[in-house]
């Protein structure tokens, strides 16, 4: 059940109901956290009231908003872990990951704030209904790990720690599973915007590099000369192109044909779009 901006009650365990008083907690999101609420929720201090002691996590998460997401806890003014057990009256404020603030010093969440993750080569996991985002994220020449087999949810979860992949994902409780330290909400339904949305939320822009991985097995492509595929290409791909890449795990041969200007016309679209909300967002 979703808390309410005042006054309802949350549900409880009637069991451990007599042990504690109600207790109330003021929580405000910040920023595109406010993404997840209803319309009368966002930007403005919401009342939730609980009946037993409950962990700051487990507040922000029944709100919709996943631990995932959040890179930054202040109670009553100071930093706080996902685990602090809220007291009455505590003052809650829950930020996403900052663009431009390093808060390395002051978040008590992870070892390492969600912002430092951009140092490192980004990795993805991909939830199974966003086949198309995997897939242009590929043409794109990210790591995306996505397979039609992992239909689990909890082994999901258990690649995206293992191999510290970002898990991206529409589907809320997923993100809410512990074992998920990294993992993003994908707002948009539509897959080019979807592409966008998650260059923009990790400032992957100018990471693109076009026909540098394997379409279908996720490894990186090396250049080959055309000589030592040209047995393998039909007659006209011969004769029509002289720059050729291979896929040394799955053996595919690309060369920059339709396919490549598929991609390059996409990402021109993509650079389009992109400038465009940076634009109407400045
Ligand atoms: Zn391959």
């Known amino acids: 059940m ?24 003021h929580i405000r999101f910040y920023e595109e956290l406010n993404d997840h609420l209803s319309e009368n929720q966002k930007k403005k201090e919401l009342l939730y009231e609980v009946q037993q002691s409950t962990t700051v996590k487990d507040a922000i998460e029944s709100f919709g908003v996943s631990h995932t997401e959040v890179d930054l806890i202040l109670v009553n003014g100071d930093s706080r872990p996902f685990s602090y057990l809220l007291k009455d009256n505590d003052r809650v404020s829950v930020f996403p990951m900052f663009e431009s603030m390093d808060i390395t010093s002051v978040t008590l969440l992870r070892n390492h704030p969600l912002r430092e993750r951009r140092k490192e080569p980004m990795a993805f ?13 590929r043409m794109l020449g990210f790591d995306v790990l996505y397979d039609t087999k992992l239909r689990d949810d909890e082994l999901l979860a258990k690649l995206s720690k293992e191999q510290n992949r970002i898990l991206l994902t529409r589907d809320r409780g ?3 599973r512990k074992n998920v330290d990294h993992g993003y909400f994908v707002r948009s339904t539509r897959p080019t915007t979807q592409t966008i949305e998650v260059l923009k939320r ?17 490894n990186p492509l090396q250049s080959i000369s055309k000589e030592q595929v040209l047995e393998e290409l039909p007659p006209q791909v011969a004769e029509g192109y002289q720059t050729f890449y291979f896929c040394p795990h799955c053996e595919r041969i690309y060369w920059e044909g339709t396919h490549f200007e598929h991609m390059r016309s996409m990402y021109h679209h993509l650079q389009q779009e992109y400038a465009r909300e940076h634009f109407l967002a400045g």
């Open 202 to 218: 990790f400032d992957m822009m100018n990471l693109v590099n076009l026909c540098s991985r394997c379409l279908h097995c996720n």
């Open 125 to 137: 996991i991909v939830d199974l209904n966003l086949g198309k985002l995997a897939h242009f994220m």
């Open 2 to 25: 979703r808390p309410q901006t005042s006054g309802k009650r949350h549900k409880v365990n009637p069991r451990l109901q007599n042990y504690t008083e109600s207790m109330k907690i």
């Open 174 to 176: 997923l993100l809410k």
